[in-house]
């Protein structure tokens, strides 16, 4: 018997700066096990450069990702979404688990700024895939 594999999304605004972080810090530490998905409530025209830049420093490369609007087809093919400040703009749909990780936006801010914002997206991640029962292949 086979289960499926757990698919978590990421919601921020703008899906440029945590959202992406998190996505990337998944997609790493998590290799295939898990589906990853993120999203923006207001997507960006691009990765936030100080996020790009934060995350190579740790050997996570996201400058290949583009901000994506949010969806409903999005939240309903999750598992569980987590959002990032997007408030009211993020749909709730019944039997989808939510978190909310209350994080500083790195929009307009420097790397050194980024980099304990991209810190604690790493701890919560490691978290989650405990509470998922996904051990990292990394």
Request: hydrophobic share 40%.
């Given at each position: 018997m086979t289960t499926a594999k757990p698919s978590v999304l990421?919601?921020?605004?703008?899906?440029?700066?945590?959202?992406?972080?998190?996505?990337?810090?998944?997609?790493?530490?998590?290799?295939d096990a898990v589906e990853v998905r993120s999203a923006?409530?207001?997507?960006?025209?691009?990765v936030n450069p100080s996020a790009v830049r934060a995350m190579a420093e740790v050997g996570i490369d996201i400058s290949d990702q583009?901000?994506?609007?949010?969806?409903?087809?999005?939240?309903?093919?999750?598992?569980?979404?987590i959002t990032m400040g997007c408030g009211d703009a993020c749909p709730i749909f019944p039997g989808k688990r939510y978190?909310?990780?209350?994080?500083?936006?790195?929009?307009?801010?420097?790397?050194?700024?980024?980099?304990p914002i991209r810190d604690e997206i790493e701890r919560r991640i490691r978290g989650l895939l405990a509470e998922l029962g996904?051990?990292?292949p990394a």
């Open positions: 990421f919601v921020c605004v703008h899906n440029a700066g945590r959202s992406q972080m998190a996505a990337g810090w998944l997609r790493q530490l998590a290799g923006g409530s207001v997507p960006g025209d691009q583009r901000p994506k609007v949010l969806t409903t087809d999005a939240v309903e093919a999750s598992d569980v979404v978190l909310d990780w209350a994080l500083e936006d790195p929009a307009g801010q420097g790397v050194e700024s980024v980099r996904v051990s990292s």
